[in-house]
């Protein structure tokens, strides 16, 4: 064979906290012959989802778990094309791909995959199309413009939002022109926030005093919240949400973290503020909605191409490395999206 | 003055538990001469509402709360036109108003006061038009059709299945197709549930096992769930709401009984099963949908016409006996809409 692929398996199940280099196994697997209408990509990066620490966690509750011996998914790559039975596409082009498994060279059909489809350099570092272009992207505009629906001068607090969704979802909040405040751990991520993301506010939930710097910089109260994190920020979010707010369910990484022993499992905030204010919480999970990727390619690349959304990555390096990205990820190491570089990347060498 | 009125308002305010004879004050308080467009209104009969105790309870974070001197509403009375001076009502007909103050004779323009119209005696009782005809109904009739939309075959489950929301939302869920499991106190009402209002069946929460009494009765889990208790019910349906389930959040009566100490600051679930489930949670107050009650009365109307809604009420009697009806309502002993009887009905001598 021309070229010899290396596929990622689950290896180890890990203890709780920190993975290590047994999580996963990277072994040689024999590759087809390209058929009709498929193309072959070299992977350059892969993102890291907020739910890879959680897939391995059968404590965690979340969605899906991975057991030893399953192959790794990414919600998105960015490779380059080596070969190519696809007239549409030529070796050395730029491809992006979502939803595939984590290979050194990844053989897909452009027409049954999703998402496949050439990227332009022009737009930005070739990771933006598996960041704020691809599914983290898609999850943050979704929350917003299905369920959040925030009017110009309400108030939306953002948890996560150095993160890779939320960093989206709180650049999205703002161009709509409502007043954006962010929620993120520590000096540094809250000061990017405002300075970088141009939010309005940031609080810093490491920092003593969470409610009272919630109430400081939510005055007139909350009416979109964008839920990442669940835990001690819900509960006092519940409690300051306005008349007819909404609360865009998205995750809650505080709880599905291997080191936050059986958080899935712990109390919530009382609903009672749910019927008294009429809120809607409404969870959803971006892969149900695959039919309004392209509406939502064509508002955010324009937000992207404007200057109104500056995308943002964490990028760590090595192929055998993904425990590392994966921890760089549940520590909170990142900004922005986390990004797995698994080879050269030739236009930022 | 030809007659002479007596307004309710609240006397002192009561401690935990039962409501007592002090706790309401029926005063003599002068009319003022009809004017063009009014009538003047006997009451007959007055709803008792779910928040009626949780409104005398400054712990029950209950939206509205009353202090001694306030004078007491209620969500609907049927009388009996006594003086007109609007040329579409005479003396003796049966008219029903929504949401007015309790006096022994209720002075409106109908032109201006919500939900006033005249009553035909052979719809039922009078007291169904404060009822499942009444704004008990309309919130039943609204969780279920604009937030539940239930569809054939789908499993509701409805919390205080006998009670007056829970009985309409129950027959409502059924009449659409779906298999409707209901859950009440006691053997008695749950017995009523399901061989009076029709449903497939019934849990019974005060006795043991409730957690596998649900499993038994939903056996292909929960796809929409009427809340009027919150609780340990509330926790038992999350865990097995069904992928893409409602949840119609209209009361948590278990939370604002003046006798359940704290109850409106006890923890929740756990809102994971909201995201990984994409769940809607949806609060709501019908008085803000005012403008869906002539559809809701068409609907509900020919259900009721149709004998598919079997209207139900607990009537308790004498003026100055309104403590002993709210109490009949917060500690469970009515079966159906709570209805005060405050004068003779001349239908029902």
Redesign the interface.
């Known amino acids: 064979m021309k070229f010899e692929n290396i596929v990622t398996r689950v290896g180890r199940m890990p203890l709780p906290g920190a993975l290590t280099a047994e999580t996963y196994d990277y072994r040689a697997e024999p590759l087809d012959a390209l058929k009709r209408g498929e193309i072959r990509i070299e992977t350059i990066y892969a993102s890291i989802d907020a739910g890879a620490r959680g897939m391995l966690d059968p404590s965690a509750?979340?969605?899906m778990l991975l057991r030893p011996g399953n192959r790794v998914y990414t919600s998105g790559v960015v490779g380059q094309v080596v070969e190519s039975l696809d007239p549409a596409f030529s070796p050395g082009d730029f491809v992006r791909a979502l939803s595939v498994t984590r290979q050194k060279y990844l053989t897909v059909d452009p027409k049954r995959t999703l998402g496949v489809r050439k990227v332009d350099p022009a737009d930005g570092p070739l990771h933006i199309h598996i960041g704020a272009l691809g599914m983290t992207g898609f999850t943050a505009w979704l929350g917003m413009f299905t369920i959040g629906l925030p009017k110009p001068g309400e108030t939306v607090l953002v948890s996560a939002a150095a993160g890779a969704v939320g960093s989206v979802a709180g650049q999205i909040a703002k161009a709509i022109g409502a007043r954006v405040v962010g929620v993120a751990g520590g000096v540094k991520k809250c000061d990017a926030v405002v300075s970088r993301f141009g939010l309005d506010a940031c609080v810093d939930y490491k920092a003593d005093g969470l409610s009272a710097a919630i109430d400081a910089t939510c005055p007139a109260g909350i009416d979109v919240y964008f839920?990442n994190v669940?835990g001690v920020v819900?509960k006092l979010v519940m409690e300051r949400m306005n008349m007819f707010g909404r609360m865009i369910?998205?995750?809650?990484v505080s709880?599905?973290n291997g080191s936050c022993s059986g958080g899935?499992?712990?109390?919530?905030?009382?609903?009672?503020?749910?019927?008294?204010?009429?809120?809607?919480?409404?969870?959803?999970?971006s892969s149900?909605h695959m039919d309004m990727f392209p509406a939502f390619e064509r508002s955010v690349l324009s937000l992207v191409r404007s200057g109104k959304l500056l995308p943002c990555a964490t990028v760590t390096e090595g192929f055998d490395q993904l425990h590392d990205a994966v921890n760089s990820l549940s520590q909170g190491r990142n900004f922005g999206q986390q990004v797995h570089q698994m080879a050269d990347d030739p236009l930022n060498a």
């Open positions: 509750n979340y969605p839920e669940g819900q369910m998205c995750g809650q709880q599905y899935g499992g712990a109390g919530g905030p009382n609903l009672m503020n749910v019927i008294n204010r009429r809120l809607n919480l409404r969870g959803f999970i149900d």
